[in-house]
């Protein structure tokens, strides 16, 4: 699979101020969240992304990073805290509307419909917004042209592809929205090191190519953190370390073990 093509340099802002000290594109701030009223899996927890940024959250299992992407989408309603995008508290927002104000959202598990073909499924992608048929047809030829692979196995049921490739079909599909913001989870979960590794190229080039503000869950925390440009260390629901990519060293082995799995915690 090819990176993806029609990536230009993004025009950056005057780098005197670095991006982690100016007002992020997307974040949900303080957020307490579950899946019952009396157990909080999220604990205050604050993430943000930039546009033409990265922004990984690293943790154990169960510490809450998926439920973290969902009560951000708008699956779970936090009981308190804000979710901000542009500006604009957009807090208990359901998905079909934070698709629509440009936030797209790869969940952890596969997400395609098996039985159609990957045509279908791509004009999903545009469901929540009843396009014309015009604009459906520019969005797909825009999203084949930046995915040749995509396009060659657009009659195919999607359920006949690799791992690999119905993930490129899950990002080609959540482009055709124009999302501003992309929450991931997982992008490789599952999936063999030579694909894995153009599926993060695919994500670096979403942020640093497109513009996009990236929000990432990864348990792949060596691939993840080689794009990625700032750090949350979250545990049992809670970050316990931030900040830009760089504050944590070059090496990633000592990320690992001082963070995630330092004894006692
Ligand atoms: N649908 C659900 N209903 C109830 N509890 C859930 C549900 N999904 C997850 N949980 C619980 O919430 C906690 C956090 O789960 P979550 O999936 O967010 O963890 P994670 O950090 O993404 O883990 P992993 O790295 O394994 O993907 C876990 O204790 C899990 O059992
Ligand atoms: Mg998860």
Redesign the pocket.
Known sequence: MAAMPGCTAPSRPDPAVPYHETVAHFAGEDIVA???RD?D?LRHITAKAWRGRISCIV??????????L?ALFGFLRPSSGRVVLDGQDITGSPPHRMLGLGVAYLP?RPSLFPYLTVESNLKLGLWHARPKKAQVNRQLERAYERFPAVREKRRQPAGQLSGGQQRQVEIARSLMTDPTVYLI??PTAGIDPQTSEAIYEIVAALAHGLDKAVLL?D?DIRSALDITDYVYV?KT?AAVASGPREQFGADTDELVARWLYASGE
């Open positions: 579950g899946y019952t157990i899996i943790g154990p299992n169960g510490t809450g990073k998926s439920t973290l969902k952890q989870d997982e869950v348990q979250v629901g």
